[in-house]
C-alpha cells in the first residue's frame, strides 16, 4: 500500500489481542475523526506474530463502521496498516516500537501516537489529549497522567517516579506508560540512538523514550486521560516488571551521567488537566504475604545482598525483617539508600545485572507493606502527601547515589 | 700384575674423566636451561598476574565461589595462585627440557609424558574454573526464582543446582586429566542416580502441596490463587 507522507500516525503494537483490538481501532478512527479529520493518518500495527487473526481484525476494521454513530467525516484518507516484526519470542514492546518510529520517520509524520490494545477503558479524546500539545501546541513529548487507585501501580509510585524525578529534575507521573504522544523529530532523534543495540532488545522502551526526551531537553507536557484500567496483573508479573523498568531507569543511568549528575530539586512539567488523582474505595491486599515474602527474601538471600548493598544497609534489613506485623516499618530512607546501592550495584555489574534486578523485588513487597500501611485509612491528600515525601527523599539523598557512583569509577 | 692394575686404573680414570667431560658440557647446559627457564617463568608470573589484575580475575572467581574455597583454604587470591601455577608449570617445563638434555635413559619418555600431559591439564583447569562459574550462576538464579515464586526452601533448591553442576563438572575434569577413569564414571554415576533419586522424592514428598495446587489453579476454574491478592505494580 502507498501511504505517501502523512500528518498523524498512531502506533499501535500487538500481540494475540483479538479480543480488544477491534474496538481499540473503532476507538482510535473515532477519535482521529472528531479531533483531526483533516490530517493524513495512518494506523500503523506492529505485530509479534499473533495466531488469533489480530493483524486481519485491525485491517479489516473500516472507517465506515465508526461514521454512522457518530456523524463524523474524514477529509482525508485513514489507512489501517499492519506489519509482522521479526522477534526472538516472546515479541518485545522494544521492536514494535522500533518498527513504528521507522515508518513515522520513513512517511515523515509530524506527530504521533502510541496506543495500548490492552487498555481496557480508552477513550475517543485520548487521542485529541495525547496529539493536541504536539500538532497544536509544538509539545515534543506528551506523558499521560491517570485517575488510579492508590494502592494501584505502587512500582511507578515509590520508585520509578520519585527516582526519575529526584535524577532527572521533571516530575513525570507516568515515565513508563504504553500510551503516549511524541513529535516525529524527537522520534527520528530516538531511533538514531543506540538503545536498540545494547543487548536488551529496547527492554522498557518506553521509559527510555521519556528519558531521552528529557536528557534531549525537548519540550514535554503532561495530560490527564482518566482512569487507568488494564488487563490483571498479578504478584508473578513483579519480576518482569522490574526487568522492564527499573532495569532500563537503572542501564539509561551511565549513559545519562553527565545529565543527572548536575541536576538539583525538580521541576513540575507543564500538565492539561490534574497531574493526578487518586480512587479510595476499600481493596482486598494480602499484606501478611508481602511481609512473610520480604523476610524471607532478607533471610535467604543474604549472599546476594552482600555483593550488592553495604553492611550497614544490609544490617538494617536483617534488623526490620525480624519485627512483627505490628512493629515492622520499612522507613522512606532505608528504601532510598536500598535502591540507590542496587543502581551502583548494577553498574559496577557487581552480580549478573538481571540477578540484581530480581534481587529487589523481595524488598519491594516489604516497602509496598509499609506503604499500604501507612495509608490504609489516608485521604487522597495524605496518599500524596505521602508519595511526596518519598519524592522529596529521594532528591535529599541523591548526593549519596553520586558518592556511591564516584566511589565505584 | 702391578703394571696391569695401575694401567686398568689409570684407564679407569681416563674413562670416567672422559665420562665426565662429556656430561659436564650437558650439566652445564641443564643448568643454563634452568636459570633460563627461571627467568622465563618469572616474567610469564608478572605478566600474567598484571593481565588477571587488569581483568579482575579475582571478581570473576569470586563470582565462580573459587575464591571463597580458596580463602577456607587459607590459600593466596586466585590471581595470585593461577600465577604461581604457571610459574611452576613454566620452570618445571625447563628443567625436564633440560633433564632430557643429560640423556638419562627413562627419563626421557617421562619428560615426553609430561609434556604431552599439559594440555589436557591446562583445559581441566578451564574446564573446572568455567564450572564453577556456571554453577555459581544457575544455583544464585535457582535461588532468586525460588524465593520471588515463594517456593518452601530455596536454598535447597539452590544446592541441589550446584551439586549437579559440579559433580558433572568434576567427572568431565577427571575424564579430561585421565584419571581413574573407570572408578571415576562408576563413582559418577551413583553420585547422580542417588542426587536423582533423592530429590525425585524430596520434591514427590515436598511438592505434593505444590502440584495440587497447581493443578487446582490450571484445572479447576476460578478457584483464586493467594497471588490474587497481590496488587499491580504498575
Request: net charge neutral; hydrophobic share 50%.
Amino acid at each position: 500500500m502507498n501511504v505517501g507522507e502523512v500528518d498523524i500516525l498512531v502506533g499501535l503494537p500487538t500481540h494475540n489481542n483479538a479480543k480488544t483490538v477491534g474496538s481499540i481501532v473503532h476507538i482510535i478512527q473515532s477519535g482521529i475523526l472528531r479531533g483531526f479529520p483533516r490530517e493524513r493518518t495512518v494506523i500503523i500495527n506492529a505485530d509479534g506474530g499473533s495466531r488469533d487473526g489480530t493483524p486481519e481484525l485491525v485491517t479489516g476494521v473500516s472507517i465506515d463502521d465508526v461514521r454512522p454513530s457518530s456523524n463524523l467525516y474524514a477529509l482525508r484518507t485513514l489507512h489501517s496498516i499492519s506489519t509482522k516484526y521479526a522477534s526472538s519470542p516472546p515479541p518485545t514492546s522494544g521492536v514494535a516500537f522500533r518498527t513504528i518510529l521507522a515508518a513515522a520517520e520513513l512517511l515523515r509524520a509530524r506527530a504521533c501516537v502510541m496506543m495500548s490494545p490492552e487498555s481496557a477503558n480508552i477513550e475517543p479524546e485520548w487521542i485529541s489529549k495525547l496529539l493536541g500539545p504536539i500538532y497544536r501546541d509544538g509539545f515534543d513529548l506528551v506523558a499521560p497522567t491517570y485517575r488510579r487507585h492508590r494502592f494501584e501501580g505502587l512500582l511507578v509510585t515509590n520508585l520509578l517516579y520519585p527516582m526519575t524525578r529526584a535524577l532527572y529534575g521533571l516530575r513525570i507521573r507516568e515515565a513508563y506508560s504504553p500510551e503516549f504522544g511524541f513529535s516525529g523529530r524527537l522520534g527520528s532523534q530516538f531511533l538514531g540512538q543506540n538503545v536498540w543495540n545494547d543487548g536488551t532488545e529496547g527492554a522498557g522502551v518506553e521509559l527510555r523514550f521519556t528519558l531521552a526526551a528529557i536528557t534531549g531537553r525537548y519540550r514535554i507536557c503532561q495530560s490527564f486521560l482518566g482512569e487507568k484500567v488494564h488487563v490483571e496483573r498479578h504478584a508473578a508479573d513483579l519480576v518482569p516488571a522490574l526487568r522492564q523498568t527499573v532495569g532500563a531507569l537503572f542501564s539509561s543511568l551511565e549513559p545519562d551521567f553527565p545529565v543527572w549528575s548536575v541536576v538539583t530539586g525538580s521541576q513540575p512539567a507543564p500538565t492539561t488537566g490534574a497531574d493526578h488523582e487518586v480512587l479510595l474505595e476499600p481493596l482486598r491486599v494480602n499484606r501478611k504475604r508481602l511481609r512473610e515474602m520480604f523476610s524471607t527474601g532478607v533471610a535467604e538471600l543474604e549472599s546476594v545482598f552482600q555483593s550488592i548493598l553495604s553492611p550497614s544497609t544490609l544490617a538494617e534489613l536483617q534488623r526490620i525483617a525480624g519485627l512483627g506485623e505490628g512493629a515492622f516499618h520499612y522507613p522512606a530512607e532505608l528504601w532510598v539508600r536500598t535502591v540507590y546501592e542496587f543502581a551502583a550495584a548494577y553498574r559496577k555489574s557487581a552480580i549478573s545485572r538481571d540477578h540484581i534486578i530480581q534481587a529487589l523485588a523481595p524488598l519491594f513487597r516489604g516497602r509496598v507493606f509499609t506503604f499500604l500501611m501507612e495509608n490504609r485509612d489516608a485521604s487522597a491528600d495524605d496518599v500524596e502527601n505521602n508519595i511526596e515525601g518519598l519524592c522529596l527523599e529521594f532528591e535529599r539523598l541523591k548526593p549519596y547515589l553520586l558518592q556511591l557512583w564516584k566511589s565505584r569509577e | 700384575m702391578r703394571e696391569m692394575i695401575i694401567s686398568e686404573l689409570s684407564q679407569a680414570l681416563h674413562e670416567i674423566a672422559r665420562g665426565f667431560a662429556h656430561f659436564l658440557p650437558r650439566l652445564i647446559v641443564m643448568l643454563i636451561l634452568a636459570a633460563v627457564g627461571w627467568v622465563f617463568a618469572y616474567v610469564a608470573k608478572v605478566v600474567l598476574r598484571s593481565i588477571l589484575r587488569l581483568i579482575k580475575f579475582d571478581k570473576l572467581s569470586e563470582n565462580a565461589g573459587a575464591s571463597q574455597l580458596l580463602t577456607k583454604a587459607a590459600l593466596p587470591s586466585a590471581t595470585e595462585m593461577l600465577s604461581r601455577f604457571v610459574f611452576w608449570v613454566a620452570w618445571l617445563g625447563f628443567i625436564l627440557l633440560g633433564v632430557s638434555v643429560l640423556g638419562i635413559l627413562g627419563l626421557q619418555e617421562q619428560v615426553t609424558r609430561f609434556f604431552l600431559f599439559l594440555p589436557r591439564l591446562f583445559v581441566a583447569m578451564f574446564i573446572m574454573f568455567f564450572g564453577l562459574l556456571a554453577a555459581s550462576f544457575f544455583s544464585r538464579a535457582a535461588l532468586l526464582a525460588a524465593v520471588n515464586a515463594n517456593v518452601p526452601s530455596p536454598r535447597v533448591l539452590s544446592l541441589a543446582v550446584r551439586s549437579i553442576i559440579i559433580v558433572f563438572v568434576l567427572s568431565i575434569v577427571f575424564e579430561e586429566l585421565g584419571l581413574a577413569e573407570q572408578t571415576m564414571l562408576v563413582a559418577f554415576g551413583i553420585a547422580f542416580g542417588a542426587l536423582m533419586l533423592g530429590l525425585a522424592i524430596a520434591f514427590g514428598m515436598g511438592g505434593r502441596d505444590l502440584a495440587r495446587r497447581f493443578l487446582e489453579k490450571k484445572i479447576v476454574r476460578g478457584k483464586k490463587d493467594e497471588n490474587d491478592d497481590e496488587l499491580s505494580p504498575l
